[in-house]
């Protein structure tokens, strides 16, 4: 299957967003008439520039208010039929999408479409093309691909043909399934798009909120398993409107895009083995099995308050790297990499971020196999320099140019022992500290949808429904990326505004990247208790939050005031509860948590509001600049 996109899914010049297309590796593109229109190439010029870039012209689109007119707008229809084919042909393209009328002064009637799409079969023939009707969701007497299939069925002329759109057949629901009747021959398109699962007026969805298969709601995917059942195997192509994509940098979108269409299919293979689809054999998505380490490029400076969280934290030195200024600092399942050099990518990043973390490990059941299926689906393998004796451990480049490496059974806990030398620390008391239960990661809004498709496409784990956070200088959207038995959890925070907190962080360090990471623990009581006797002080929650709590819930008011004189916060769901709290911040952007779950599966997201203020206040008190 040809993967393709249609010019109007892109923001930038006609030329910029054929780049950007080239570049991500698509066969084709459809041909939006208001981008060639705004260009100022001639059609033939315009059509070799697209063919030099190694492009094929698919489709050009789109023909509106054709079929079922009455006179004199019929002859018209077909005026500007011919005139559009000719153009067609100076730009070389063989396929025109006809969508179906949204004329008031439209006629209807199954027949009546079905002639006029003859004839013009008729037309097409003369000037060598093709034409593919389309039923759009807010057609006047079309909405629905079933009608426009028995249109096309009874005009009945080998260059007329169907087109489908995933949204036009999803948005309003209608079963796929009966897609799979249609001859594959007469299938002569093929466009997709998903879209968020809100209630809201199609049309406007439709133009606003599209976006890549993968990113949305829709099930895109029995949609296509419904096409590809037909025998169908031309072309997909992403039409998607977005207002976000069309201000966002070209490369990115065509990127998200090319792996969005690359994960579809694999998808589609799975779920179809019957089906024998030809491809790329890609492995399957990685299983996780949580995370492994998370290595921080630190400021000697800075790095001094690190290491005094951690052994707060109850985390011991258990490693010396043989060549490097890296330290390793592990507890339960935890693993923390502090790297003080000045060289690589650890250095540049110290240069440029202060102190951050900017690479975790996770523990697939593969590396190999995980490092293949990133590589397929257009990851961007990193490698630096490999010193003699360190291990080879495959990474991709991850949020705001961190790293991801995955590391399996044979390079965990080998990885260990061949890069750090075991050093003798008696350490502190233990903090009962288990695993890394979450990492969180701040962004940009629009970088999101990216990230998303990122970790749902390379790993067999889900995306939950956004949701808004309130700081109290903007929202924040948050969006979480869970593996299927929960030991990997994502949080993405994204923000538009560099107001809130999260948009600090960006400002702060420079870009996307980790805010937090969570550990968690069985029992959050006695991790403070320990932890404070090592010397640390959580961050201050308002006394007022305890109040309103402890009324909320019902709690005992011993239980409230035990939770207010260790600053832990407290949520409930139907199922369990979850209790938190917070480190100070680290560098004004960093900062820990601690979690214990009973039976709960959030993240505690009523309380957010209650951190950032506290988190705000306290920047505020420490002379800092507030935001
Ligand atoms: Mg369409
Ligand atoms: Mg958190």
């Given at each position: 299957m040809k993967t393709c996109i249609a010019t109007v899914s892109l923001s930038g010049s006609l030329r910029e967003k054929l780049e950007a297309i080239a570049r991500a590796g698509f066969a084709g593109v459809e041909i939006f008439e208001g981008d060639f229109l705004g260009s100022d190439e001639s059609p033939r010029n315009a059509g070799r520039m697209i063919r030099d870039l190694g492009?094929?012209?698919?489709l050009f689109q789109p023909f509106r208010d054709f079929e079922a007119m009455p006179e004199p707008q019929r002859r018209r229809g077909f005026e500007r039929a011919a005139r559009k084919f000719e153009l067609m042909n100076e730009l070389g393209v063989d396929l025109i999408l006809v969508c179906s009328n949204t004329s008031p002064v439209s006629l209807g009637g199954i027949d009546r479409a079905a002639a006029d799409l003859r004839e013009l079969g008729d037309l097409a023939e003369t000037a060598g093309v093709r034409v593919g009707y389309e039923a759009l969701?807010?057609?006047?007497?079309?909405?629905?691909h079933r009608d426009a299939w028995e249109i096309v069925r009874r005009a009945d002329h080998p260059r007329i043909g169907l087109i489908l759109d995933s949204f036009h057949t999803l948005a309003p629901k209608i079963e796929v399934d009966s897609i799979r009747a249609i001859p594959g021959d007469r299938l002569f398109f093929v466009q997709l798009a998903d879209a968020p699962q809100i209630e809201m007026d199609v049309l406007q969805r439709s133009r606003h909120l599209r976006n890549m298969p993968?990113?949305?709601?829709?099930p895109v995917v029995d949609f296509m398993r419904a096409v590809c059942a037909t025998g169908y195997d031309r072309a997909i192509s992403l039409e998607i409107f977005n207002d976000q994509f069309r201000a966002g940098p070209p490369n990115q979108v065509a990127i998200d895009g090319h792996r969005s269409l690359l994960n579809l299919m694999d998808q589609v293979r799975r779920a179809e083995p019957a089906l024998e689809l030809a491809g790329p054999a890609i492995p399957p998505p990685a299983r996780t099995k949580g995370v492994a380490f998370v290595e921080f490029a630190a400021d000697p400076a800075e790095s001094a308050a690190l290491v005094g969280i951690l052994r707060s934290f109850g985390f011991r030195r258990t490693g010396r790297h043989k060549t490097k200024d890296v330290d390793l600092f592990a507890q339960g399942d935890i693993r923390i990499v502090v790297n003080r050099e000045s060289e690589g990518l650890a250095g540049s990043t110290r240069h440029v971020r202060g102190t951050s973390a900017y690479a975790f490990g996770l523990a697939v059941e593969d590396a190999a196999a995980t490092l293949a299926r990133a590589q397929a689906l257009d990851g961007e393998r990193f490698k630096e320099m490999i010193a003699p004796g360190r291990l080879d451990i495959p990474a991709v480049r991850g949020l705001g140019g961190g790293l991801i490496y995955f590391l399996d059974g044979r390079t965990l806990p080998a990885v260990w022992s061949a890069e750090f030398d075991p050093v003798e620390d008696a350490g502190g008391a233990p903090g009962g500290l288990l695993a890394v239960d979450h990492l969180a990661q701040s962004m940009t809004y629009d970088e999101m949808p990216s990230w998303v498709l990122f970790y749902t496409s390379l790993l067999d784990a889900l995306k939950k429904p956004e949701v808004d956070i309130v700081d109290p200088s903007g929202l924040v959207r948050s969006r979480v990326v869970e593996s299927s038995d929960a030991s990997l959890r994502i949080t993405m925070n994204g923000t538009?505004?560099?107001?809130?907190l999260a948009g600090r962080f960006l400002r702060e360090s420079f870009g996307s990247g980790i805010q937090h990471i969570a550990f968690s623990t069985g029992d959050i009581f006695a991790a403070m208790a320990a932890f404070k006797a090592s010397g640390f002080r959580p961050l201050a929650i308002s006394p007022n939050y305890y109040d309103d709590v402890e009324s909320r819930f019902g709690l005992d008011p011993a239980f409230a005031d035990r939770l207010r004189a260790d600053n832990i916060l407290y949520d409930r769901s139907e199922t369990g509860e979850y209790f938190q709290f917070y480190s100070p911040t680290l560098g004004d952007t960093f900062f820990f948590e601690v979690v214990e779950r009973r039976n709960y599966d959030g993240y505690g997201g009523p309380n957010a509001p209650f951190r950032i203020a506290a988190q705000k206040r306290r920047l505020q008190s420490s002379g800092t600049e507030a935001y």
């Open positions: 492009l094929e012209i698919m969701a807010w057609g006047r007497h079309i909405r629905d993968g990113e949305g709601d829709l538009e505004n560099y107001r809130t």
